[in-house]
Every structure is written in structure tokens, then in C-alpha cells.
T-cell receptor, first 112, second 111 residues
Framework: DTGVSQDPRHKITKRGQNVTFRCDPI?????LYWYRQTLGQGPEFLTY????????KSRLLSDRFSAERPKGSFSTLEIQRTEQGDSAMYLC??????????FGQGTRLTVV | GESVGLHLPTLSVQEGDNSIINCAYS??????FIWYKQESGKGPQFIID?????DKRQGQRVTVLLNKTVKHLSLQIAATQPGDSAVYFC??????????FGAGTTVTVRA
């Protein structure tokens, strides 16, 4: 499978714990995006990378959220001190420059 | 707030009939729109896109129409099949493929 891969697919955590998600983009894609999707809503843009550089962060990305793409390949999204409002599907997408973005299947986070 | 929005949250269609999903946008300067399909438990999947220099674009069984005068776009699916049951989103490309999605229309195909 050469599509966008996300791990884990599901994560249940207790409020206050830290969680980290991983995204492996399509290999030749230089751009990588993170989105968050809550139930019944469309995805909301969080941040994106061009190679290893994080170019933009949405106002939705509070200080508890941090994303990295250290070598310009895979990316991680960490949420510190999780809150119940963080429960959502976290989607990763990748693209080659300004062409079609392909989405992964997402990581569903439940904070209890 | 959202820059794109859908008219109806749900659509029920008979198998074999055509489906039409509508979307409105607010910014007259918007110039690139994309339709996505999302099946349960999966990420959004690209269907078709259209830029503002076009009024119509066709793909396999799908057509997107863009009316810049009233800031409206639609997705038409011909001969709807059970596999077309999903949530459909219109999205605006805000530049660098940063996407602003609407809330989605759930399409249910009746056998």
C-alpha cells in the first residue's frame, strides 16, 4: 500500500495524558498536512509542512499541540494534557507541491 | 467561520437516479474548489476539482458546475450506485492546498 499511512487508527486516553500520532506520507510528496474532524463536521486545517519546514499553523492549534516533520518524511502530532474537547479524528494528507492532496484513514482519538 | 457551506445535510436517492449536491461559498475571490467523498471510517477521497476559469468539468459519472455569479457549485452524480453512499464535502483551496471544508452532505442510495 503506497498511500498515506497513519498510526494508530484508534487511541483512547485519559484526560490529562499526552498522546502522539504518526503520519507517513506518500514517499515522493513534499507537503504534509494535518486536519482535525469532529463528528458531523468537515475536516478543519491545523498545520502543514513543506519538507521539514512547518509553514503555517491554524488558530485551532493551541499551545498543547505540536507537530514535527524532522527529516521531511514522516510527521508526528503530539497533544499534551489532553482534554475531552480534543476527541476527534485527526487526518493527515500529503501532496506533491500544489497538486491533489491524498488523505490517510485518520487516527480517532477518544479522551475519557 | 466556514468559507463554503452545503445546502442540505442529507440526500436520499433511488439507485439509478441522478444525484445533485449543492454548495455555496462566500468569497467572490475564491478560485479553486474540490469535491471529496468520505466513506465511514476512511479519510476523504478526491472526486473532482474546478477552477474559477471554468463553469463545468466532467469526470467519470460526475460533473461539477460552478456559478460564480451566485457563488454556487454543485456536484452531479449520474446513475447513482450503492457504492456512492457516503458523505460528500465541497472544499475551497485557500492556497498551497490548504483546504476549507463545508459540513458535508450524507448521500444514502436506496435499492
Amino acid at each position: 500500500d503506497t498511500g498515506v499511512s497513519q498510526d494508530p487508527r484508534h487511541k483512547i486516553t485519559k484526560r490529562g495524558q499526552n498522546v502522539t500520532f504518526r503520519c507517513d506520507p506518500i514517499s515522493e510528496h513534499n507537503r504534509l498536512y494535518w486536519y482535525r474532524q469532529t463528528l458531523g463536521q468537515g475536516p478543519e486545517f491545523l498545520t502543514y509542512f513543506q519538507n521539514e519546514a512547518q509553514l503555517e499553523k491554524s488558530r485551532l492549534l493551541s499551545d498543547r499541540f505540536s507537530a514535527e516533520r524532522p527529516k521531511g518524511s514522516f510527521s508526528t502530532l503530539e497533544i499534551q494534557r489532553t482534554e475531552q474537547g480534543d476527541s476527534a479524528m485527526y487526518l493527515c494528507a500529503s501532496s506533491l507541491d500544489d497538486t491533489e492532496a491524498f488523505f490517510g484513514q485518520g487516527t480517532r482519538l477518544t479522551v475519557v | 467561520g466556514e468559507s463554503v457551506g452545503l445546502h442540505l445535510p442529507t440526500l436520499s436517492v433511488q439507485e439509478g437516479d441522478n444525484s445533485i449536491i449543492n454548495c455555496a461559498y462566500s468569497n467572490s475571490a475564491s478560485d479553486y474548489f474540490i469535491w471529496y467523498k468520505q466513506e465511514s471510517g476512511k479519510g476523504p477521497q478526491f472526486i473532482i476539482d474546478i477552477r474559477s476559469n471554468m463553469d463545468k468539468r466532467q469526470g467519470q459519472r460526475v460533473t461539477v458546475l460552478l456559478n460564480k455569479t451566485v457563488k454556487h457549485l454543485s456536484l452531479q452524480i449520474a446513475a447513482t450506485q450503492p457504492g456512492d453512499s457516503a458523505v460528500y464535502f465541497c472544499a475551497e483551496n485557500k492556497g498551497d492546498y490548504k483546504l476549507s471544508f463545508g459540513a458535508g452532505t450524507t448521500v444514502t442510495v436506496r435499492a
